[in-house]
């Protein structure tokens, strides 16, 4: 199967500072990534979709300004935690879609904000 | 009510028993299904993508029926490591993205025991 990947695996930060997360695809070219995030003991929620060349599209309640999200290449999307406090404390999961119906996940980055 | 709906378990099965998950989705206007599974702090894996003439991968069964809305998941044979969190996953018909959104049950958590 395809490979995504993710880095950093795991931060611990202050609160206040911001944190980027690197999601890219390793054998294939994904034209649109996803950012879920996970708190524990729930499901993966859809955070946004983030298309090559153009801006992110959010889901509802996600705030765009906060969590910055660059789709610079066909094969490297980066999310932006902008000025983290301890409830941005979750376990973000990026993925990118190869053909129609198939999404391959990144293996996470676990984000604690001290 | 929720997008997807899964027992959540846990469901803790003898080694070699058969298991079913269930799993109901509210918008009919869903368009693909899938099973995934999710281990402990690890991101999701593809199982299987799930149709509506139902599909098997070796002890994997998988079950759609559209007029009820319904999923199932059937596990035959269990082995020790088939212990994870299964998450029903349905494509298309979010409440607020378009086709392309994938969303996630809570999952449901089986352990099988020696």
């Known amino acids: 199967g395809a490979v995504v990947s993710q880095h950093p695996s795991w931060v611990i930060c202050k609160s206040g500072t911001s944190v980027k997360i690197e999601c890219r695809s390793l054998d294939f070219q994904a034209t649109t990534m996803f950012w879920y995030r996970q708190f524990p003991k729930q499901s993966l929620m859809l955070m946004a979709t983030?298309?090559?060349?153009?801006?992110?599209?959010?889901e509802q309640g996600v705030e765009k300004d906060k969590f910055l999200i660059n789709h610079a290449s066909l094969t490297l999307s980066t999310l932006t935690v902008t000025s983290a406090h301890p409830e941005d404390s979750s376990f973000y999961i990026c993925?990118?879609?190869?053909?129609?119906?198939?999404?391959?996940f990144g293996p996470g980055t676990r984000l604690t904000v001290l | 009510r929720k997008e997807v709906e899964q027992d959540p378990g846990p469901f803790n099965v003898p080694e070699g028993a058969t298991v079913a998950f269930n799993c109901t989705y509210s918008?009919?206007?869903?368009?693909?299904f899938f099973w995934y599974r999710q281990d402990c702090r690890k991101e999701p894996k593809l199982l299987m993508s799930?149709?509506?003439s139902g599909n098997e991968d070796g002890r994997f069964t998988a079950q759609l029926n559209r007029a009820s809305q319904y999923i199932s998941l059937l596990i035959r044979d269990s082995k020790l490591s088939d212990s994870a969190t299964y998450l029903c996953?349905?494509?298309?018909?979010?409440?607020?993205?378009?086709?392309?959104?994938?969303?996630f049950g809570t999952g449901t958590r089986l352990t099988i025991i020696p």
């Open positions: 799930v149709y509506s």
């Open positions: 996953v349905v494509k298309g018909g979010g409440s607020n993205f378009g086709n392309e959104k994938l969303t």
């Open positions: 918008n009919s206007a869903s368009q693909s």
């Open positions: 993925s990118a879609e190869q053909g129609k119906d198939t999404q391959y």
């Open positions: 983030s298309n090559e060349g153009s801006k992110a599209t959010y």
